[in-house]
């Protein structure tokens, strides 16, 4: 017997694969940010403010000893953040024009990328670091060539149908 998946099937599952791997890039994010990044950082002032300050301290003495490589403490989750957009809007802007959904899928990432060619001349805080910039620009350019990929599978110049 043979069991085939429909495309409402197929649909479905491009859904929840799309938003559960978005959700899980932005949840790592988060996580290295509040389980490992400085304390005085903007982001705490939040938490602190939604009373969950304690609940997170709780967590941070529980990982206190565990010390991450300086790529995935400071760039990844900019990486993940941006990989989180692009995975997400990139599916429900799926049935879009091919130029509003790239203009829309890139709206972070560039925003990115912009904001760390910024930040060695002043306009915009920060530390500029190499590494903020691929990981910023890297979900974006992953997105173009699946893009493109895509595009010759369906029409059959990779493979023939």
């Keep these: 017997m043979r069991i085939t998946c429909s495309d409402k099937c197929s649909s479905s599952f491009a859904a929840a694969a799309s938003v559960t791997a978005s959700f899980l890039c932005l949840l790592v994010a ?8 400085d304390r005085g950082m903007v982001v705490f002032h939040l938490i602190d403010a939604m009373g969950m300050g304690e609940m997170i301290d709780g967590f941070r003495e529980d990982v206190a000893g565990v010390h991450l490589a300086e790529f995935i403490l400071y760039s990844l989750p900019d990486g993940l953040y941006a990989a989180s957009y692009v995975i997400l809007v990139g599916w429900l802007l799926r049935n879009a024009s091919r130029g ?21 001349i002043g306009l915009v805080p920060g530390t500029f670091d190499v590494w903020d910039l691929v990981c910023f620009a890297a979900p974006y350019i992953i997105y173009i060539i699946e893009e493109i990929i895509s595009k010759k599978i369906n029409y059959g110049t990779i493979i023939k149908q």
């Design 100 to 120: 509003f959904r790239f203009a829309m899928v890139g709206f972070i990432p560039v925003l990115g990328v912009l904001s760390e060619l910024l930040q060695p």
């Design 30 to 37: 988060i996580g290295i940010y509040i389980l490992f990044r």
